[in-house]
Protein backbone atom coordinates (compact mmCIF):
# COMPACT_ATOMS: atom_id res chain seq x y z
CA UNK A 1 0.00 0.00 0.00
CA UNK A 2 0.99 3.12 -1.19
CA UNK A 3 1.69 5.52 2.10
CA UNK A 4 -0.53 8.51 2.36
CA UNK A 5 1.62 10.65 4.45
CA UNK A 6 3.82 12.80 1.47
CA UNK A 7 0.04 12.94 0.04
CA UNK A 8 -1.66 14.52 2.90
CA UNK A 9 1.34 16.81 3.50
CA UNK A 10 0.92 17.86 -0.34
CA UNK A 11 -2.42 19.65 0.64
CA UNK A 12 -1.91 20.32 4.08
CA UNK A 13 0.60 22.70 2.01
CA UNK A 14 -2.18 25.13 1.43
CA UNK A 15 -2.26 25.22 5.17
CA UNK A 16 0.91 26.22 5.40
CA UNK A 17 0.62 28.73 2.36
CA UNK A 18 -1.98 30.47 4.04
CA UNK A 19 -0.08 30.93 7.61
CA UNK A 20 2.58 32.25 6.31
CA UNK A 21 0.76 34.63 4.29
CA UNK A 22 -1.13 35.96 7.73
CA UNK A 23 2.43 35.86 9.36
CA UNK A 24 3.43 38.41 6.83
CA UNK A 25 0.53 40.56 6.87
CA UNK A 26 0.54 40.91 10.51
CA UNK A 27 3.82 41.79 10.20
CA UNK A 28 5.30 39.23 12.79
CA UNK A 29 8.78 39.46 10.88
CA UNK A 30 9.53 43.09 11.91
CA UNK A 31 8.02 42.16 15.35
CA UNK A 32 10.77 39.52 15.71
CA UNK A 33 13.73 41.13 14.27
CA UNK A 34 15.15 42.33 16.85
CA UNK A 35 15.39 39.00 19.26
CA UNK A 36 13.19 36.62 20.13
CA UNK A 37 9.38 37.75 21.93
CA UNK A 38 7.26 35.85 23.76
CA UNK A 39 3.49 35.45 22.34
CA UNK A 40 2.00 37.82 24.36
CA UNK A 41 4.48 40.56 23.50
CA UNK A 42 4.24 39.29 19.62
CA UNK A 43 0.64 39.47 19.90
CA UNK A 44 0.27 43.03 21.55
CA UNK A 45 2.39 44.42 18.65
CA UNK A 46 0.84 43.05 16.14
CA UNK A 47 -2.81 43.42 17.51
CA UNK A 48 -3.75 39.54 17.21
CA UNK A 49 -5.33 37.63 19.75
CA UNK A 50 -3.12 36.10 21.81
CA UNK A 51 -4.23 32.03 21.68
CA UNK A 52 -4.57 32.01 18.13
CA UNK A 53 -1.55 33.47 17.23
CA UNK A 54 0.82 31.43 19.24
CA UNK A 55 -1.76 28.54 17.23
CA UNK A 56 -0.44 30.14 13.86
CA UNK A 57 3.08 30.53 14.97
CA UNK A 58 3.57 27.03 16.62
CA UNK A 59 2.45 25.53 13.24
CA UNK A 60 5.01 27.96 11.30
CA UNK A 61 7.60 26.19 13.49
CA UNK A 62 7.37 23.17 11.80
CA UNK A 63 7.74 24.96 8.38
CA UNK A 64 10.78 26.44 9.49
CA UNK A 65 9.57 29.84 9.68
CA UNK A 66 9.95 31.15 13.06
CA UNK A 67 11.58 28.90 16.28
CA UNK A 68 9.64 27.87 18.84
CA UNK A 69 11.84 28.31 22.37
CA UNK A 70 11.44 27.90 25.73
CA UNK A 71 7.78 29.77 27.43
CA UNK A 72 5.74 30.63 24.50
CA UNK A 73 8.87 32.46 23.07
CA UNK A 74 9.32 32.93 19.00
CA UNK A 75 12.57 33.28 17.03
CA UNK A 76 12.61 34.55 13.89
CA UNK A 77 14.77 31.74 11.32
CA UNK A 78 16.93 32.41 8.35
CA UNK A 79 13.92 31.63 5.85
CA UNK A 80 11.93 33.90 8.26
CA UNK A 81 14.06 36.80 7.40
CA UNK A 82 12.61 37.08 3.80
CA UNK A 83 9.46 38.34 5.47
CA UNK A 84 10.53 41.10 7.04
CA UNK A 85 9.96 44.49 5.84
CA UNK A 86 13.52 45.73 5.29
CA UNK A 87 15.10 42.60 4.48
CA UNK A 88 17.25 42.88 1.12
CA UNK A 89 14.34 41.34 -1.64
CA UNK A 90 12.15 41.46 1.21
CA UNK A 91 8.77 39.27 0.34
CA UNK A 92 6.57 40.24 2.82
CA UNK A 93 4.29 42.08 0.41
CA UNK A 94 4.01 39.23 -2.22
CA UNK A 95 3.26 37.05 0.66
CA UNK A 96 0.74 39.59 1.77
CA UNK A 97 -0.70 39.79 -1.74
CA UNK A 98 -1.05 35.88 -2.29
CA UNK A 99 -2.99 35.42 1.52
CA UNK A 100 -5.28 38.42 0.75
CA UNK A 101 -9.11 37.45 0.37
CA UNK A 102 -9.76 38.95 -2.75
CA UNK A 103 -6.96 36.43 -4.35
CA UNK A 104 -7.19 33.32 -2.57
CA UNK A 105 -11.11 33.17 -2.93
CA UNK A 106 -10.50 32.89 -6.56
CA UNK A 107 -8.43 29.65 -6.64
CA UNK A 108 -11.09 27.82 -4.89
CA UNK A 109 -12.41 28.02 -8.48
CA UNK A 110 -9.92 26.79 -9.92
CA UNK A 111 -11.84 23.38 -10.61
CA UNK A 112 -14.40 25.17 -12.39
CA UNK A 113 -11.80 27.19 -14.75
CA UNK A 114 -10.21 24.00 -15.48
CA UNK A 115 -13.36 22.32 -16.46
CA UNK A 116 -14.65 24.85 -18.30
CA UNK A 117 -11.54 27.63 -19.63
CA UNK A 118 -13.73 30.48 -18.02
CA UNK A 119 -11.46 32.90 -15.82
CA UNK A 120 -11.92 31.72 -12.30
CA UNK A 121 -11.36 35.01 -10.93
CA UNK A 122 -13.78 36.88 -13.35
CA UNK A 123 -16.62 33.94 -11.98
CA UNK A 124 -15.65 34.94 -8.26
CA UNK A 125 -15.37 38.76 -8.46
CA UNK A 126 -18.15 39.93 -11.09
CA UNK A 127 -15.38 41.12 -13.16
CA UNK A 128 -11.90 40.94 -14.98
CA UNK A 129 -8.73 41.53 -12.65
CA UNK A 130 -7.71 45.04 -13.93
CA UNK A 131 -11.24 46.36 -13.58
CA UNK A 132 -11.80 44.78 -10.11
CA UNK A 133 -8.58 46.75 -8.99
CA UNK A 134 -9.32 50.21 -10.75
CA UNK A 135 -12.65 49.87 -8.29
CA UNK A 136 -11.05 48.60 -5.28
CA UNK A 137 -8.06 50.82 -4.44
CA UNK A 138 -6.71 48.95 -1.36
CA UNK A 139 -6.42 45.51 -2.71
CA UNK A 140 -4.61 47.25 -5.68
CA UNK A 141 -2.13 49.08 -3.57
CA UNK A 142 -1.73 45.56 -2.23
CA UNK A 143 -1.62 44.19 -5.77
CA UNK A 144 1.26 46.85 -6.60
CA UNK A 145 3.23 46.13 -3.80
CA UNK A 146 3.81 42.49 -4.28
CA UNK A 147 4.25 42.68 -7.72
CA UNK A 148 7.15 45.33 -6.97
CA UNK A 149 8.33 42.87 -4.44
CA UNK A 150 9.01 40.24 -7.27
CA UNK A 151 10.59 42.47 -9.84
CA UNK A 152 12.82 44.22 -8.06
CA UNK A 153 16.67 45.01 -8.89
CA UNK A 154 18.09 41.90 -6.68
CA UNK A 155 15.63 39.77 -8.27
CA UNK A 156 16.21 40.47 -11.87
CA UNK A 157 19.46 41.14 -12.07
CA UNK A 158 21.48 38.76 -9.38
CA UNK A 159 24.40 38.95 -11.05
CA UNK A 160 24.26 39.79 -14.45
CA UNK A 161 26.65 42.66 -15.43
CA UNK A 162 25.75 45.44 -16.93
CA UNK A 163 29.08 47.46 -16.92
CA UNK A 164 29.20 46.80 -20.70
CA UNK A 165 26.36 49.38 -21.46
CA UNK A 166 25.89 53.09 -21.53
CA UNK A 167 22.23 54.18 -21.38
CA UNK A 168 19.38 51.85 -20.32
CA UNK A 169 15.64 52.63 -21.95
CA UNK A 170 13.35 52.06 -19.24
CA UNK A 171 10.40 50.47 -21.28
CA UNK A 172 7.18 50.18 -18.97
CA UNK A 173 5.89 50.98 -15.86
CA UNK A 174 5.34 47.87 -14.51
CA UNK A 175 9.57 48.01 -13.44
CA UNK A 176 8.63 49.57 -10.74
CA UNK A 177 11.28 51.18 -8.91
CA UNK A 178 13.62 49.08 -10.76
CA UNK A 179 15.05 52.04 -12.86
CA UNK A 180 16.51 53.79 -9.75
CA UNK A 181 17.24 50.79 -7.70
CA UNK A 182 19.26 49.74 -11.52
CA UNK A 183 21.15 53.52 -11.58
CA UNK A 184 21.95 53.59 -7.64
CA UNK A 185 23.74 50.08 -8.20
CA UNK A 186 25.56 50.73 -11.57
CA UNK A 187 26.50 54.48 -11.11
CA UNK A 188 27.97 54.54 -14.68
CA UNK A 189 24.71 54.06 -16.76
CA UNK A 190 22.16 56.91 -17.99
CA UNK A 191 18.66 55.61 -17.84
CA UNK A 192 15.70 56.90 -19.29
CA UNK A 193 12.19 56.31 -19.54
CA UNK A 194 10.93 54.82 -22.75
CA UNK A 195 8.63 58.01 -23.48
CA UNK A 196 11.48 60.42 -23.22
CA UNK A 197 12.34 62.25 -26.47
CA UNK A 198 15.89 61.08 -25.88
CA UNK A 199 14.95 57.41 -25.55
CA UNK A 200 17.66 56.14 -27.36
CA UNK A 201 20.00 53.74 -25.68
CA UNK A 202 22.15 50.59 -25.71
CA UNK A 203 20.03 48.42 -23.53
CA UNK A 204 16.24 48.45 -23.23
CA UNK A 205 14.63 47.16 -20.06
CA UNK A 206 11.16 45.43 -19.83
CA UNK A 207 10.39 43.87 -16.74
CA UNK A 208 7.63 41.74 -16.35
CA UNK A 209 5.40 43.06 -18.96
CA UNK A 210 4.54 39.63 -21.39
CA UNK A 211 2.97 37.55 -19.22
CA UNK A 212 -0.25 39.45 -19.20
CA UNK A 213 -0.02 40.13 -22.57
CA UNK A 214 -1.60 37.22 -25.22
CA UNK A 215 0.90 35.91 -28.00
CA UNK A 216 -0.68 38.74 -30.27
CA UNK A 217 -0.37 41.45 -27.70
CA UNK A 218 3.67 40.02 -26.57
CA UNK A 219 4.66 40.29 -29.98
CA UNK A 220 3.40 43.61 -30.88
CA UNK A 221 4.88 45.07 -27.88
CA UNK A 222 8.19 43.87 -28.36
CA UNK A 223 7.72 45.06 -31.85
CA UNK A 224 6.81 48.17 -30.74
CA UNK A 225 10.89 47.98 -28.86
CA UNK A 226 12.52 46.58 -31.93
CA UNK A 227 10.69 49.74 -34.04
CA UNK A 228 12.51 52.14 -31.09
CA UNK A 229 16.09 50.52 -30.49
CA UNK A 230 18.86 51.25 -32.72
CA UNK A 231 20.63 47.91 -34.36
CA UNK A 232 23.55 48.00 -31.82
CA UNK A 233 21.30 47.79 -28.96
CA UNK A 234 20.26 44.78 -27.14
CA UNK A 235 16.93 44.18 -25.07
CA UNK A 236 16.68 42.38 -21.62
CA UNK A 237 13.16 40.83 -20.90
CA UNK A 238 12.51 40.07 -16.81
CA UNK A 239 10.04 37.00 -16.63
CA UNK A 240 9.76 33.98 -15.15
CA UNK A 241 10.69 31.39 -18.04
CA UNK A 242 9.10 27.84 -17.83
CA UNK A 243 11.42 24.49 -18.70
CA UNK A 244 10.58 23.33 -21.88
CA UNK A 245 10.68 19.51 -20.30
CA UNK A 246 9.50 18.52 -17.80
CA UNK A 247 11.89 19.71 -15.09
CA UNK A 248 10.35 20.88 -11.77
CA UNK A 249 9.60 24.74 -11.78
CA UNK A 250 8.06 26.95 -9.40
CA UNK A 251 7.13 28.79 -12.50
CA UNK A 252 4.44 26.26 -13.42
CA UNK A 253 2.23 26.51 -10.38
CA UNK A 254 2.65 30.55 -10.72
CA UNK A 255 1.52 30.15 -14.31
CA UNK A 256 -1.63 28.42 -13.04
CA UNK A 257 -1.79 31.75 -10.88
CA UNK A 258 -1.78 33.57 -14.41
CA UNK A 259 -5.03 30.97 -15.43
CA UNK A 260 -6.56 31.96 -12.33
CA UNK A 261 -6.77 35.04 -12.77
CA UNK A 262 -6.31 36.18 -16.84
CA UNK A 263 -8.18 34.88 -19.85
CA UNK A 264 -4.74 35.30 -21.94
CA UNK A 265 -1.85 35.78 -19.60
CA UNK A 266 0.41 32.81 -18.77
CA UNK A 267 4.00 32.42 -18.43
CA UNK A 268 5.75 30.67 -21.07
CA UNK A 269 8.71 28.19 -21.78
CA UNK A 270 12.41 29.26 -23.05
CA UNK A 271 10.78 27.77 -26.67
CA UNK A 272 7.92 30.00 -26.28
CA UNK A 273 9.98 33.46 -26.01
CA UNK A 274 12.23 32.47 -28.55
CA UNK A 275 9.33 32.34 -30.71
CA UNK A 276 7.82 35.45 -29.77
CA UNK A 277 10.84 37.55 -30.10
CA UNK A 278 11.85 35.92 -33.46
CA UNK A 279 8.13 36.77 -34.73
CA UNK A 280 9.63 40.50 -33.48
CA UNK A 281 12.37 40.66 -34.89
CA UNK A 282 14.86 39.66 -32.63
CA UNK A 283 17.87 37.13 -31.77
CA UNK A 284 17.64 35.24 -28.66
CA UNK A 285 21.47 35.69 -26.97
CA UNK A 286 20.84 33.64 -23.88
CA UNK A 287 18.66 33.25 -20.96
CA UNK A 288 20.00 33.97 -17.27
CA UNK A 289 18.70 32.53 -14.26
CA UNK A 290 18.47 35.94 -11.92
CA UNK A 291 16.25 34.44 -8.65
CA UNK A 292 13.86 31.07 -8.30
CA UNK A 293 11.15 33.14 -9.74
CA UNK A 294 12.70 35.32 -12.82
CA UNK A 295 15.35 35.08 -15.28
CA UNK A 296 16.62 37.42 -17.68
CA UNK A 297 16.24 36.90 -21.92
CA UNK A 298 19.15 38.98 -23.73
CA UNK A 299 18.35 39.40 -27.30
CA UNK A 300 19.31 40.80 -30.03
CA UNK A 301 17.69 42.53 -32.94
CA UNK A 302 17.93 40.00 -35.94
CA UNK A 303 21.06 41.25 -38.33
CA UNK A 304 23.54 42.08 -35.53
CA UNK A 305 26.41 40.99 -34.14
Known amino acids: MVA ?19 AARLGVADVLATGPQPVDVIARRVGAHEPALYRLLRALGDVDVVAE ?8 TPLGETLRSDAPGSLRAWATLVGMPFWHRSWSELYDGVRTGEVPFDRVNGADFFSYLA ?27 LSRFDTIVDVGADSGDVLADIL ?15 AEGDVYLLSGMLHGASDDEAVKILGTCRAAMPDTACLLVAETVLPDGSRPSVGKFMDLQMLVF ?18 AGFRV ?3 VPSSDIVSLVEAVPVGSK
Open 69 to 76: LDDRSFAL
Open 4 to 22: AGPLIRLVVGAYAAQAVCV
Open 285 to 287: VRI
Open 262 to 279: TADGRFRTESEFRSLLDQ
Open 135 to 161: ENPDDANTFESGFTAMYTYRNIFGTYD
Open 184 to 198: SANPHLRGVPFDAQD
